[in-house]
């Protein structure tokens, strides 16, 4: 077990001493590679390689002029790159600056804040929200190359030209001639140069396009600055090949896995304009065909052996099949690997081969740090999938953006179920798209589709719910089934769903609701995997900055890292980074937990076991943004309740009392191919030492495919020491398979007994009087600013640079000094467990800003974006008086969580022994002073307020009047009346309100903890109704209560307005108390 002493600023689990610490180190500097040679190539007889040398030259981003001063003309440009690459990563393009601007980033506008002034000064350009490039690029790049075509080498052929993956837009022309344009995000561009191509040099020439040249949004994955980066460039293969006038356009596979069987379906193209005498091999049969012009469809089946193996997961077996076509220019073959495999919804489950699978997936986004684009070749993939498999995963979504063939090539060989999308985040019917998203969507079907592994479709990311969507969607669909019905298509993930869909991927039910056994109730008729579950954050890994060797820097972490030293939270990263993650570990086991066992439930697709370093950096993975573990967790240990065979114990509650009975159901999560037959399933109890203490089998098990009902765990807890930690532990008999939870059994009545203790509710002369009387106090303060944050069991979610109004969550759990005496009646880790649930959930953290270092007990981790030093539990020495400071009410919450009772009972006892004997010295008026901190965040944000309902449908988000941030605003129309109501979250005592930057007139103000029975409030101006200056409007103006009112619910009802359309700039409440 790791042990922590927390000894001032420094918390270093087997770490530097303070005189030993070193920051991490920042990322190498980036040395773009040189080109070298002649930008030729020569095509024999068997075509050429274009990779290599090629000449460049960048048009103006914003006045293109190539096209018009005929560039495509030229035979060569001034400098020279390497391909395939992007321009960006060869030292193309502009350097980053204030001005730059970026595609689709989220919160821009936070960067102009005075907190960031430092990091928009030139030579010191840093933004916080993603990876950043050194160089920009947004426009046409020009390449060009010369190709000298050998005598002979044509034989009558057409000379075609694959461009694996450019990006995005590539236009080609070759000896001055345009031959044409392709738009394809997801499959390769082929263009036919001509036959019978001359001998002699031929000048080629590329343009490529990177702006938004269609509606896909500038979020998406396959587009965005947060992600892969809007590069420009061509990557993977760039090749010439000789294909004959008659040719195999497609191939199309259909399996049957009951009768092994597959269906052949070979399109033949004859652009002679002539018939042709053809023959036809697929397998071992052949047959000769007379081609009329144009297309022929040759279909034939192939029968593979009886026993033939399937493909799945378990057993990804590839069959070899070649397609030949025979002409007279030669033979053309296609080596097909062939994966039996069947994917149907049969009610609300997945069957694979007939049998049922859960999806346990997670989200690939498109983030190669690496380079800032995808890899190309399946060795990587076969790495990337490979650290997926051993995670226990088996599905990966792709976020709007499609992988290319050499990772549906490895995930075939690994048995992994892929879901690539059309590139779309925002509006798919939109007009200016054409028919671009319906040609998309059959490109990349038509390109990947005979890939076992290619198994379910979909056409973007939560598109909007306006306009023409659903019906756009519900049609497209319908289309996309007829077209190929090997894969399961939906018509998008998230906000829409239609009638044709064969799945169903939103987002709820998932998160805490189902967790301690609740399970999740899907109101679905089909197949429903959860959309992004989880996005539970971590601290930053700051040892990661070195590893971005390439054209990216972690500028995001640079910013995190030097705003933690100047907070003086640095030292303690590592420590932050493990007690994080081990809280960051509970909560998705939690999640995952709960779908497996949740009938209903047909998969997951997390959002996810590795980082997202885009829109504000999101640290959800146990991964890093390069797949490698950061220390916390394993992927042996994620895999363990992550599988297709994972015994759970339904945990109601993780805190018990010493009388309770311990009455867990156990449900066994099956998807394996084979039923398990006469099983047993052993239960143990064991101690911190690993002691068994209580045991029990399950017997004579059938455990079939599914969800089974193993039966329940029921032991009384008398016979177990308390207060203690013990483990749960499930596993099955002569296997490696088992799974484990942590539970706490508290004493039925621990002494609360304050002996000798003062216990103290605030700063006042009984504090200060019994602090000089060399008493020992407990104070728990019960009137702060709530400008101090609140504490949560769960982490951030996703970041709080994007999601900045998340005031419930706006820690990473708590860093605990495990070793401390406080802790002798109250076991704990150095990280938060399920102990600290409900105590956390009901206080919040100092933010320490003046206060000593020295004297903590229990650190809460502050979110990276802010790094504040926060408190939870201290102790100091007072003149001749001692102090044990805790921000959780424990008197209060004693009666409703045995922990807390627990955890008062253990500190009350250590501040009645001689061990209470704190050293560090505090003054009380520097505690006076941190009490009433004030930030300049809103208080109703601090309070986690939202907005409970509006009188009308307003032009720009409602929340924006409560947001903090005076450079938003609501506005609407105003037709004689009006009204806002807002949840405080819980019932609270005001003294008013102040409004800032808003055109009412005349207001009322009503409170309540029923929203449907609201009270009038009266104002200080002796009335309930206020009226506001006009020349006051872009001041804060505040409105006072007569007397203190309380209330979960404030509304604020608008009589008039200056003005036609009401402008709310921002609400506030002032003198909270508590």
Not at 277 to 282: I, W
Request: glycine share 8%; net charge negative.
């Amino acid at each position: 077990m790791k042990k922590t002493t927390i000894t001032g600023l420094l918390v270093m689990v087997g770490a530097l001493a303070s005189d030993g610490f070193r920051k991490p180190e920042y990322a190498p500097a980036y040395i773009p590679p040189v080109a070298k040679g002649n930008a030729e190539a020569a095509v024999g007889e068997n075509g050429a390689d274009l990779s290599g040398t090629w000449t460049i030259r960048l048009d103006d981003e914003k006045y293109p002029v190539g096209e018009q001063e005929q560039w495509f003309n030229q035979t060569g440009f001034p400098e020279k790159i390497n391909l395939p690459d992007a321009l960006q990563n060869a030292g193309f393009g502009s350097p980053v600056s204030v001005d730059t601007e970026w595609m689709g980033v989220s919160g821009q506008h936070l960067w102009f804040t005075e907190k960031y002034d430092q990091y928009r000064v030139p030579g010191n350009i840093k933004v916080p929200f993603f990876l950043q490039p050194e160089r920009r690029f947004i426009g046409d790049a020009w390449y060009q190359k010369t190709l000298t075509v050998e005598k002979g080498a044509a034989k009558g052929r057409d000379l075609i030209l694959t461009l694996e993956r450019p990006h995005w837009e590539s236009t080609v022309w070759l000896d001055g001639k345009k031959v044409g344009s392709n738009n394809s995000l997801g499959v390769p561009h082929v263009y036919n140069l001509g036959r019978d191509i001359p001998a002699g040099d031929h000048n080629l020439v590329i343009t490529i396009n990177n702006t938004l040249l269609l509606p896909v949004g500038s979020r998406a994955h396959s587009v965005s600055d947060e992600t892969q980066g809007a590069w420009n460039g061509m990557i993977g293969r760039l090749r010439l090949d000789w294909r004959s006038p008659v040719y195999m356009k497609k191939v199309h596979v259909t399996t049957d896995y009951k009768t092994r069987t597959a269906d052949i379906n070979v399109s033949i193209m004859n652009d002679t304009g002539s018939a042709q005498s053809v023959a036809v091999r697929v397998g071992k049969d052949a047959e000769k065909l007379n081609l009329t012009p144009g297309m022929t469809t040759y279909t034939t089946q192939v029968q593979f052996e009886k026993d033939a193996e399937l493909w799945s997961e378990f057993h990804p077996v590839l069959h070899d099949l070649k397609v030949d076509l025979k002409t007279k220019w030669g033979v053309e073959t296609e080596a097909l690997k062939v994966g039996i495999r069947n994917i149907e919804a049969a009610g609300t489950k997945f069957l694979i081969n007939g049998h049922e699978t859960f999806m346990r997936g997670t989200l690939d986004c498109c983030i190669f740090p690496k380079t800032g684009y995808p890899p190309m070749d399946k060795e990587s993939w076969l790495d990337h999938f490979g650290t997926m498999k051993a995670s226990g995963i088996n599905h990966v979504r792709f976020h709007s953006w499609c992988p290319p063939e050499a990772a549906f090539e490895a995930a075939d060989e690994l048995g992994m179920y892929l879901m690539p999308e059309i590139h779309i985040w925002g509006d798919p019917s939109n007009p200016a798209f054409g028919n671009w998203v319906e040609e998309e969507g059959k490109r990349i079907i038509d390109e990947y589709g005979n890939h076992p592994s290619f198994c379910f479709f979909t056409h973007g990311n939560e598109p909007w719910r306006t306009g023409n969507n659903k019906p756009f969607l519900t049609e497209l669909t319908r289309k996309m089934k007829a077209f190929d019905s090997r894969m399961l298509h939906t018509g998008a993930a998230n906000t829409i769903q239609t009638e044709e869909d064969e799945f169903t991927c939103v987002a709820f039910p998932r998160g805490p609701g189902g967790w301690k056994g609740k399970g999740y109730h899907s109101p679905h008729k089909n197949p429903f995997i959860q959309h992004e579950p989880g996005q539970w954050c971590a601290y930053p890994n700051f040892d990661e900055m070195k590893k971005y060797t390439g054209p990216l820097k972690p500028k995001n972490f640079e910013i995190f890292q030097e705003q933690a030293e100047e907070n003086g939270v640095l030292p303690q990263w590592k420590d932050f980074l493990y007690a994080s993650g081990k809280l960051q570990a509970l909560c998705y086991k939690e999640d995952c937990e709960a779908a497996l066992a949740s009938e209903g439930v047909a998969g997951t697709q997390l959002l996810g076991i590795s980082d997202f370093t885009g829109q504000g950096t999101s640290l959800v993975g146990y991964l890093d943004a390069f797949l490698e573990e950061k220390g916390y967790l394993t992927k042996e240990e994620f895999s363990r309740h992550w599988n297709w065979s994972v015994p759970l114990a339904r945990m109601r509650s993780y805190v018990y009392k010493n009388s309770d009975q311990l009455d867990v159901p156990v449900v066994y999560a099956y998807f394996g191919e084979e039923s398990l037959e006469n099983q047993t399933l052993i239960w143990e109890i064991r101690d911190a030492a690993g002691s068994v203490l209580k045991s029990g089998v399950f017997q004579g098990l059938e455990i079939t495919g599914g969800r089974n009902k193993i039966g329940s765990i029921r032991t009384a807890l008398n016979e177990l020491q308390a207060p203690a930690v013990y483990s749960l532990i499930l596993r099955l008999k002569d296997t490696e398979i088992s799974n484990d939870w942590n539970f706490m059994v508290c004493e039925d009545e621990p002494d609360t007994d304050p002996g000798h203790v003062v216990v103290c509710r605030k700063v006042d002369a009984e504090l200060e009087a019994a602090l000089k009387a060399g008493k020992s106090v407990l104070f728990m303060p019960n009137e702060f600013s709530l400008a101090h944050p609140r504490t949560s069991f769960e982490p951030v979610y996703w970041n709080l640079f994007l999601f900045s109004h998340n005031k419930d969550r706006v820690t990473l759990g708590t860093l605990i000094d495990d070793d401390h005496p406080v802790f002798r009646n109250f076991p704990t880790k150095n990280h938060t467990t399920w102990n600290w649930e409900y105590i956390l959930k009901n206080s919040y953290g100092l933010v320490m800003q003046n206060l000593p270092k020295g004297g903590m007990i229990v650190q809460p981790i502050d979110d990276w974006n802010e790094n504040r030093r926060l408190g939870f539990m201290m102790e100091y020495k007072v003149g001749p008086g001692k102090m044990l400071f805790c921000m959780a009410d424990l008197i209060g919450l004693q009666d409703k969580d045995p922990a807390a009772k627990q955890l008062l009972s253990s500190i009350l006892g250590y501040m009645n022994s001689d061990a209470f004997a704190p050293s560090t010295e505090l003054d009380l008026k520097a505690l006076s002073d941190a009490l009433e901190y004030s930030s300049n965040s809103s208080m109703l944000a601090n309070l986690g307020a939202s907005m409970k309902g509006v009188s009308h449908q307003w032009n720009n988000s409602h929340y924006e009047a409560i947001d903090g941030d005076h450079g938003t605003y609501w506005n609407g129309k105003f037709d004689g009346s009006g009204f806002i109501t807002i949840d405080l979250g819980k019932a609270t005592k005001l003294q008013g309100v102040s409004l800032t930057d808003t055109n009412l007139k005349e207001i009322s103000i009503r409170m309540g903890n029923d929203p449907e029975q609201l009270t009038s409030v009266l104002l200080t101006n002796d009335s309930t109704v206020m009226t506001l200056n006009e020349e006051d409007r872009k001041k804060t103006q505040k409105i006072g209560f007569k007397q203190e009112e309380t209330g979960r619910y404030l509304q604020i009802d608008i009589r008039s307005i200056y003005g036609q359309t009401i402008r709310f700039g921002e609400m506030d409440v002032i003198f909270v108390l508590f």
